[in-house]
């Protein structure tokens, strides 16, 4: 039973959540029934995990709040947004330095995959971003009192195969099997329709910390049949942001003559100030940036509604384009989209939801929370794939790819072999063959994108046919099948038809990392994690137990004892004896055995003393309750500030 | 259009295979034995016969659009997570062959092209594919201009070369709309032409594969046109 625990996890640019679809009450939590899908807080008790990773003084790694406050005043020391620079190459994110202060390792190789400078180590962004999946899974595994070894996780639709493999391997180092990598805007439409068992059409758009997606989706008995996506997966409100810092900057530098970019520590308090100010312009009509200057002296300014939307336009207007776009690779009008839903953070800026609602001529839904709507989708997804409930019985999720696979062809011009919006699993099989006398090898170059020139698509691998028999040019016939699997991931396989051998080929991605590399990244993180995760599950066990005997001494004196039969209780008692026993020894499966016992016995007791509470303050976290329909007001994702 | 397509044929023509299904050993149907249900291994097959379709053009898309369900319920790889890693692989195999199959058949030009590959009619210069490589290129394709389009293909292309020349003004813009709009009704007449020779072939005329081929070549040609106009419109 421990084992099965499969979550869902939303791993953001600027906030990751961990959400579980459950199945029923237990006493040790009867206001968090776990029933319907939740999202699992954190030992601070925030849903929201900040995408942040740092060092402490004493080199330990910080994953969120913690990692944050370090942010501010050791920048050095953290490293956020990371999301940015999954699955990409040093030529791609040159103008992303400009902007971010990522420090890349000195000594990267050209073709290397990505390492950023953090103390006196340097980590690939798959490896930072499995801190915060490790984080995630620490979560998890307090909240279940169980080890949790398996995740479905979401990315934006329109991320290419390079950034869903960086995402994978991260899973992989962070010790989780990946079961499926599911797209966010998709995960969110689940999330909205396990309530709603609906047919019609409906467009998710999904602007976040730092990626953009459009999605048109059609739902007919439960089945989630992509039709078109688009997006852009560097486009947020970190973009945002950085342009208010931008404006920032320039004042201090005319106003107060000092040059703030020489101040690391200055910048992210700039950034804090200007993040919280769009937050307040959400419900406010004007908002102040207020920063102290490394001199004493005080930075000021009045932002106005007026004026930040003015700012703003041009990056709202940014995904404009891409939903024109897959209304129109959908075949669709405006007024054949049943319904828009809102995901996303950025979506709480007044201005979006107004060119929302014009580009779409109808007022968009955000019932859910924008922020926690992805990972509800996602432990929605994780709940089908560990076999299903009844709740999720008809639901299936049929998604696309969102970019064109091709190959380089003669003249250097990409041939499109599988086209975007294919639903996945979706394969191809082409041919080739060599063009001179003798020659063992053939050299394929894959690509991602819609341009018609190689050099402008995304090289995704380049690898060699390899071991051909010598025969004359034009007369091996190699058939090559690329299949697209249901993570949107690439897996290429060869074999040379005359010889009929099937041919050993090395697939060799462009940027990325190999099996061994991940392995060893594995090997790297997981010094004292096993012997730890012991330590802690019979740590958190002693805690679950003592929570559940609490529980349990006031549910006597509740009315509801008394309903219960007489051989309820009795067997209630002897459970309970039981478990005192097993709290004297160190048995971690012992322990855990007569919790889940006695939490099944008293699950009668759970409910009935739920049906009495109703209608009085009981406020679970499921789907039908979760804070709903806040609109501007509600916080940002990074708006919950421990510190100002 | 992809060579996966000829693949499908190739094996067709090949040796006779054991239907017994992998688990129980009872005779199976073609997807899940009709004993135990299991899902079978992939084979390699043509895409009417997925469907268990025959090769036939007139097609119920509302029919095949609930079989293409019916069968994602039942082989996608979201049913197979907790099964063997060899029923994995196979209902992945299985789910890629009907989502390539379902968007070749729910098309009607992809349908009809298919099905000529199948019956090995090459479209080549006009094919899909041909003009996409061509396009990227720059090489100029070869392709004969239909006799009926002759005069109007000429007149367009002295527009458009006007057009790249000195840019679009009022006029030109005017003149450019209204080709398109004959254009587009040519277009939807073909498509009329297309269920004509779709009928004859479906009643048994092998013959109206000569007359599909010409519609989509024209159909192709005037695509072509539409599409520069819309360039020079943008």
């Keep these: 039973m421990a084992d099965d625990r499969v979550v869902g996890i939303d791993l953001g640019t600027t906030n990751s959540l961990v959400a579980y679809m459950g199945t029923g009450p237990t006493l040790a939590h009867p206001d968090e029934p776990g029933k319907g899908v939740f999202i699992i807080p954190g030992e601070d008790g925030s849903n929201l995990v900040p995408s942040v990773v740092a060092l402490d003084h004493d080199n330990h790694m910080l994953v969120g709040n913690a990692a944050r406050e370090v942010l501010l005043t050791h920048p050095e020391r953290a490293v956020y947004s990371v999301k940015r620079l999954m699955g990409r190459g040093v030529e791609d994110v040159q ?4 902007l971010f202060p990522f420090r890349l390792a000195e000594d990267l190789a050209p073709g290397e995959v990505l390492r950023i400078q953090l103390g006196e180590r340097s980590y690939t962004p798959p490896e930072i971003s499995a801190q915060i999946l490790r984080q995630l899974k620490r979560n998890a595994e307090r909240f279940f009192g169980a080890a949790v070894k398996q995740a479905v996780i979401t990315v934006p639709a329109y991320f290419n195969d390079a950034q869903r493999q960086a995402t994978k391997d991260a899973g992989r180092i962070a010790g989780l099997e990946v079961l499926r990598l599911v797209n966010e805007p998709t995960a969110a439409s689940l999330a909205y329709g396990l309530d709603k068992k609906q047919n019609g059409t409906i467009a998710v758009y999904d602007f976040g910390g730092g990626t953009f997606d459009i999605s048109i989706l059609k739902l007919q008995d439960g089945i989630f049949e992509v039709i078109a996506t688009n997006g852009d997966t560097h486009l947020g409100g970190d973009d945002i942001d950085n342009l208010l810092i931008a404006v920032a ?3 201090i530098a005319g106003d107060l003559g000092l040059d703030a970019r020489q101040h690391p520590d200055l910048v992210q308090r700039l950034r804090r100030a200007v993040i919280d100010a769009k937050i307040a312009l959400s419900s406010r009509p004007a908002a102040e940036l207020e920063v102290e200057l490394p001199d004493g002296r005080l930075y000021q300014r009045t932002i106005t509604r007026e004026m930040f939307e003015q700012m703003i336009q041009p990056i709202v207007a940014r995904t404009l384009e891409p939903c024109r776009q897959a209304l129109k690779d959908a075949e669709l009008t405006v007024a054949q989209v049943d319904e828009v839903v809102l995901v996303g953070g950025s979506t709480r800026i007044p201005l979006v939801r107004r060119q929302v609602e014009e580009l779409f001529e109808r007022e968009p839904h955000s019932e859910l929370n924008p922020d926690e709507v992805v990972a509800l989708g996602a432990a929605v997804q994780a709940k089908i794939l560990a076999g299903g409930s009844a709740e999720t019985k008809d639901m299936l999720l049929l998604d696309v790819t969102p970019l064109s696979l091709g190959i380089e062809a003669l003249g250097g011009v990409t041939a499109k072999i599988i086209h975007r919006n294919s639903t ?10 060599t063009g001179v006398e003798g020659q063992t090898s053939v050299a394929i170059h894959v690509l991602q994108g819609e341009r018609e020139m190689a050099k402008d698509c995304r090289s995704l691998a380049r690898f060699d046919l390899k071991g051909i028999p010598p025969m004359p040019a034009g007369l091996p016939r190699i058939e090559v099948r690329f299949l697209i699997d249901a993570n949107g991931i690439l897996h290429v396989s060869a074999r040379e038809q005359r010889s009929g051998k099937e041919s050993e080929i090395q697939v060799q991605p462009s940027y990325g990392l190999t099996d061994e590399q991940v392995e060893n990244m594995i090997l790297d993180s997981f010094d004292n994690a096993e012997r730890d995760l012991a330590e802690r599950q019979l740590i958190e066990a002693r805690n679950e137990a003592e929570t559940i005997l609490t529980a349990l001494a006031k549910g006597r004196h509740n009315p509801a004892w008394t309903m219960l039969s007489f051989s309820e209780q009795r067997k209630v008692d002897e459970l309970e004896s039981r478990l005192r026993l097993a709290l004297g020894g160190t048995d971690y499966n012992s322990i855990r055995r007569w919790i889940d016992e006695l939490n099944q016995a008293t699950m009668h007791l759970a409910e009935l003393m ?12 499921n789907m039908d309750t979760t804070d709903v329909g806040e ?14 | 259009m992809s060579d996966s397509q000829k693949a499908g044929l190739q094996v067709m023509n090949g040796k006779h295979r054991d239907h017994r299904c992998w688990s129980c050993g009872d005779m199976r149907a073609e997807h899940f034995c009709a004993a135990c249900g299991h899902v079978q291994p992939a084979e390699p097959t043509d895409y009417f016969a997925f469907f268990g379709l025959p090769r036939k053009l007139e097609l119920d898309d509302a029919g095949l659009e609930r079989e293409f369900y019916a069968l994602s319920r039942k082989l996608h790889p979201d049913v197979y997570s907790l099964a063997s890693a060899r029923e994995q692989a196979w209902s992945l195999e299985k789910t890629s062959q009907l ?3 379902y968007r070749t058949l729910k098309d009607p030009l992809s349908r009809t092209e298919y099905l000529l590959r199948l019956e090995g009619i090459q479209l080549d210069e006009q094919s899909k594919t041909a003009t996409e490589l061509a396009r990227a290129s720059g090489v100029d394709k070869k392709q004969s201009v239909p006799a009926e389009l002759l005069e109007e293909a000429f007149e367009l292309n002295m527009l458009l070369e006007e057009a790249k020349r000195g840019g679009v003004d009022e006029e030109l813009r005017g003149q450019l709309c209204a080709t398109r709009a004959g254009l587009m009704a040519r277009l939807k007449t073909m498509r009329d032409e297309l269920r004509a020779a779709w009928k004859r072939w479906d009643g048994g005329d092998r013959q109206a594969t000569v007359q599909m081929v010409d519609v989509l070549n024209r159909r192709s040609y005037l695509h072509n046109l539409v599409r520069d106009i819309n360039e020079a419109l943008d």
Excluded: Q, Y
Excluded at chain 1, 424 to 433: C, D, L, R, V, Y
Excluded at chain 1, 631 to 644: L, M, N, T
């Design chain 1, 631 to 644: 609109g501007p007001a509600a916080p940002h994702p990074i708006g919950k500030a421990e510190f100002s």
């Design chain 1, 95 to 98: 103008a992303e330095l400009k």
């Design chain 1, 610 to 621: 739920m049906d009495a509470a109703v209608g009085s303050a009981l406020r679970g976290k």
């Design chain 2, 99 to 101: 989502n390539d199959a």
């Design chain 1, 424 to 433: 996945i699993p979706a394969s191809a099989t082409e041919h080739f063959t």
């Design chain 1, 249 to 251: 900057v320039a004042d």
